[in-house]
């Protein structure tokens, strides 16, 4: 398979020694994939703890209270997200990318010494604010490095390092908390991937919105409403509503994290209560992540080549039967296999709807686009929490897992008949 991709039209490119490609910024493109591995271990330090911790250490008995942290975490993340696009367009991705990680610097401080939960939600509002700036700006800074011909490739690399993260660092902290306890041992972990993420971004990343101004002078846009003059208004409601891609995209984003919102708060209580070890909790926690981390590398360069609609509307069916089977199974062997699934599904699904992003939007506005889908998949999270904590403190937690699993099949649904299977133009195969 071909790394690079060739720009035609780059007189500007040629004068100031840019290129567009993944070949041609490789050393620069993997030192982002390795700053995003380090975004998502500083999220992963909480995947497998803090639902643990509300009720083990701060006694929280409603679901709704103990989600709490993933309602503040996601309402944060949303609107930051949104913010990061347009500051990243003003004044550049590096400074934005630094600013998120200087945000972070007191959450494993706020997490380990936190006397209240207040704090414990606290830390989580730092935490979508810093995990907003951080992860969309490494995603703009490599669809403006790689440019048309690999975006999926690159989505599915910068994806599966972050969530490849969250995965080894929600691994290693069911094994730190096992042995050593909740606090302050898995939080240590988090602050020292703080430090490198922000020494890394401040010594060695560089800015990427100049190769973003190459890609626009020769950029053609696919849809006649998505020319390079929108105001942020209409870049808003062109990408939440107007255009059948877009806001399909947005939609499905949302109902992914929505999902994911409930495995992060409610699947650790739903197997502790069924009896399960913290190791096996641990292993629960990180299987999920590292599946959708791992499998990104195989379906963002596949979407390159198939086009995105298949993959998201079969992921989030696939998620959907995942869910299903979560809520319906008992036992150790059932949700490892169903964890798999729901690993496999959002893989499909996540680096395919940034490069459909991509794919419609214009390069002088792509960052406030990606930023307001983010807004929308993100938000997800505090849906999730809500919506899920709701109906677990209702009804239980089987009926929230198969509720959300039906709101997920609808998704799916949704972009099989909305979103248009024209806008992306596969990559040629390699001579």
Known sequence: ???????????????????????????????????????????????????????????????????????????????????????????????????GWIIALPI????????????????????????????????????????????????????????????ATALATGYIAANYGLRPGPFLLGAAYIALGLGLSVLAVKETRHHARLEAASHASTQADAHAELSNREIFTLTSFRDKSLSSVSQAGLVNNLNDGLAWGLFPVLFAAAGLTIE??????????????????????????????????????????????????????????????????????????????????????????????RLWRDGGFAVGALLSGLLADAYGIPTAVAAVGALTAASGIIVAVRMRGSDHQPAPHPA
């Open 1 to 99: 398979m071909s790394t690079g991709s060739t720009h035609r039209a780059d007189p500007a490119g040629r004068k100031s020694g840019i290129s567009l490609g993944l070949r041609q910024n490789l050393a620069q493109f993997m030192l982002l994939v390795a700053v995003n591995a380090l975004v998502g271990g500083t999220l992963g330090q909480e995947r497998t703890v803090l639902p643990l911790l509300a009720g083990q250490v701060f006694h929280l008995d409603q679901y709704t209270s103990a989600l709490t942290y993933i309602l503040a975490f996601g309402l944060a993340k949303a609107a930051t997200n949104y913010f990061a696009g347009t500051l990243s367009d003003r004044y550049g991705r590096k400074p934005v990318l630094v600013a």
């Open 108 to 167: 494993p401080l706020m997490l380990i010494f936190g006397p209240s939960w207040a704090w414990i939600v606290a830390a989580n509002i730092v935490l979508g604010i810093s995990q907003g700036l951080t992860w969309s700006t490494t995603v703009i800074m490599k669809m403006d490095l790689v440019g048309p011909s690999r975006r999926g490739m690159a989505m599915g690399l910068n994806e599966a390092a972050g969530y490849l993260g969250v995965a």
């Open 280 to 373: 096996r909790i641990g292993i629960l926690a990180a299987v999920y992540p590292a599946v959708w981390g791992a499998g990104q590398l195989v379906t963002g360069a596949l979407s390159d080549r198939i086009g995105r609609k298949p993959l998201i509307a079969g992921g989030m069916l696939i998620q959907a039967a995942a869910l299903g089977m979560t809520a319906l199974g008992t036992g150790f062997g059932i949700w490892l296999t169903a964890a798999i699934l729901l690993g496999a599904g959002t893989a499909m699904v996540y680096p395919t709807l940034l490069a459909a992003i991509g794919d419609v939007a214009h390069p002088h506005w792509r960052a406030r686009s990606v930023g307001i889908y």
